[in-house]
């Protein structure tokens, strides 16, 4: 992929992201699952740095500061208007333990920092290259960190439905980029490559589209919750095609008796 069609892919994702309340008026029944399986999998667990990719308005990692008793959070985010709404979230007493990047992932210098918990959720689907974004996370994370993954399978069923609707909407209404399209499974082969082990996850799917114009963000939530459960008691997981995983970087000791 050309430099110009980079730039221009982040351009459109950006200007997608610009526009937040479009983005959470829809999906915040969404966003509320994920930040309720992030508390479930890092239960009990404190965390000195942590960093949340794409952390849209902060509403999952910012309660890991007094949950996780987490030092230093880093929130980045492609959208500027994103991380407005996140700094308009945080207590005073707490700003200073909130660290905020207005960069690409894979164009920012981290230097020499290193992170015990990431977080990448409604990511992957809007990269240039889902492989070297796991890759580069894997390089943050220090031995014995813990990632948490959202990753959306096309070749699911209910993943092939959706996109055969979007491709029947693109005809009457362009879509502003392409998605990226991929398998749980190739996921996971390259999660394993670079280091990081599945310990956890919770599986589910979203109501169809168009559902937010019918229902209420709440009753979304219950509805998905019915159907599918809770991270602790996840059912129905065949009829899913979201899964979110929490997965963890081997560590020195770990490499050492291997």
């Known amino acids: 992929m050309t430099a110009q069609r980079l730039r221009s892919h982040a351009q459109q994702v ?25 508390q479930a999998f890092t239960r009990g667990a404190t965390f000195e740095h942590a960093l949340d990719i794409g952390c849209g308005n902060g509403a999952i990692s910012l ?31 707490l700003q200073n333990k909130v660290k905020f990047i207005n960069e690409n992932l894979m164009s920012f210098d981290f230097v020499s920092q290193r992170y015990d918990l990431v977080l990448c959720l409604g990511v992957l689907a ?46 009457i209404r362009p879509t502003t980029y392409n998605l990226n399209h991929v398998r749980i499974a190739d996921i996971i082969r390259i999660c394993l490559k670079c280091g990081l082990t599945p ?12 559902s937010h114009r019918v229902f209420a963000q709440n009753t979304l939530h219950r509805m998905t919750r019915a159907l599918f459960g809770s991270p602790d008691h996840n059912r129905n997981e065949w009829l899913g095609n979201v899964f979110i995983y929490r997965l963890d970087k081997q560590s020195v000791s770990d490499s050492d008796a291997q």
């Not at 987490?70 to 007493?93: F, P, R, V, W």
């Not at 974004?133 to 439905?161: F, N, Q």
């Open 126 to 171: 809007h990269v240039d290259s889902p492989e070297e974004v796991i890759a580069r996370i894997s390089e943050l994370l220090k031995p014995g960190g813990t990632l948490i993954i959202e990753v959306t399978d096309s070749y699911h069923p209910v993943g092939l439905a959706i996109a055969v609707y979007h491709r029947a909407l693109s005809f």
């Open 199 to 210: 310990s956890a996850f919770y599986r589910y799917s979203l109501p169809p589209p168009g």
């Open 63 to 93: 309660p890991l500061l007094a949950r996780c008793q987490c030092q230093q959070l880093t929130l980045m985010d492609i959208s500027a208007n994103m991380l407005e709404l996140a700094k308009g979230s945080i207590n005073s007493d």
């Open 14 to 38: 950006r200007a997608f992201f610009d526009a937040p309340e479009k983005y959470l008026d829809r999906r915040g029944f969404d966003i509320r699952i994920r930040a309720e399986t992030v």
